[in-house]
Each structure stands twice: as structure tokens, then as C-alpha cells.
């Protein structure tokens, strides 16, 4: 099976490429960042870890993670940011492994891992194919980008989050290094 890791920085097009790769080629996509969301709902253990980390707090009234409420938490809080990231790395990489073997049992041989956090999960580096980065041409399309998208973020929050994350040049030059 041919696996491609997708990833790049926040609000970079990593959903647009996907969808394009998907609609356009057929090409079967395994989404962390819609696996995140399915293992952090009400029962689950990633909300039960979530709970415990950050209590009634991050919680909307249906139960369900308040994910502005954590996003706030965590992106202004490295230590918080690496707890949560420590609580759910491992349930994630569980649900893509699944993933990827229920795509080889169909007989797929070309599937795309969109993982944002591609070169911080190291593991999943070791079943890849290629790696592919998507990036904005600037700082500033990806500040729009992520502002029309999170509109409930001002200007600093949305430049905080960029921040918090690897920067694209860095990406660049680690996908080609390790090919």
C-alpha cells in the first residue's frame, strides 16, 4: 500500500487538498483531525481523559467538548497543550492504524494520512510513502485563512495559534530531508 502523509500549518489548505485529492482522484483520505474529534465524544475515553485534564470547564451542556473553550486553554498554555496532546496522541494513532488497515483489506493501494501533527507523531513517519506539506504563499493569507474560519478569534489568538505550531519552513526543509 502507498501511504502519503498531508500536513502543513494551520489554516494552510490541508482540507482543500484532501477534498481535491478525494472528489477530483478518488484517492482515499484518513482525516486526524476527524478522528480527533470522533474520540473525544461524550463516553469516550479521549473525553474522559479531556475531563479529568481540564474538568466541567471545556464542557458545553450536551456534554460535548466546548473545543473553543479548549482551544483557548491550550494554545495559550504550552504545558496544558502538551498534557492534551500526551491524553490523545495514542487514541488517534490507534484510529488511523484502523483506518489504514481497513483500506488495505478493501484492496487500496494509494491512501492520503491528513495529519496535521505529522512530524510531531513520529511514528506514523515510519508507514509513509512520501510526505507532502501544504503551505499558504504567506503569514498573512494564513492569518485571513484562519480568521474567516475561526471567526470567534481576534487577531492575537489567530497569530498565537500559527505560532504554536512547527513553522511551515521548518516542514519544508524536515519532508525533504527525510526522503
Request: with cysteine; net charge positive; glycine share 6%.
Amino acid at each position: 500500500m502507498f501511504l502519503v502523509g498531508l500536513t502543513g500549518g494551520i489554516a494552510s489548505g490541508k482540507s482543500t487538498v484532501s477534498k481535491i485529492l478525494n472528489e477530483e482522484f478518488k484517492v482515499s483520505i484518513v482525516d486526524a483531525d476527524l478522528i480527533a474529534r470522533k474520540v473525544v465524544l461524550p463516553g469516550r475515553t479521549g473525553w474522559k481523559r479531556v475531563h479529568r485534564l481540564f474538568g466541567d470547564e471545556i464542557l458545553n451542556k450536551d456534554q460535548t467538548i466546548n473545543r473553543d473553550k479548549l482551544g483557548e486553554i491550550i494554545f495559550s498554555d504550552l504545558n496544558k497543550r502538551k498534557m492534551l496532546n500526551k491524553a490523545l496522541h495514542g487514541l488517534i494513532l490507534i484510529e488511523i492504524l484502523k483506518q489504514i488497515l481497513i483500506h488495505f483489506l478493501r484492496g487500496e493501494r494509494f491512501v492520503v494520512l491528513d495529519i496535521p501533527l505529522l512530524f510531531e507523531v513520529k511514528i506514523a513517519m515510519n508507514l509513509l510513502s512520501y510526505k507532502l506539506v501544504v503551505f499558504c504563499q504567506s503569514e498573512d493569507e494564513q492569518l485571513r485563512r484562519l480568521m474567516i474560519r475561526n471567526p470567534q478569534l481576534n487577531e492575537q489568538e489567530a497569530k498565537q495559534r500559527i505560532k504554536s505550531q512547527m513553522s511551515t519552513a521548518w516542514l519544508l526543509v524536515h519532508s525533504i530531508e527525510d526522503f
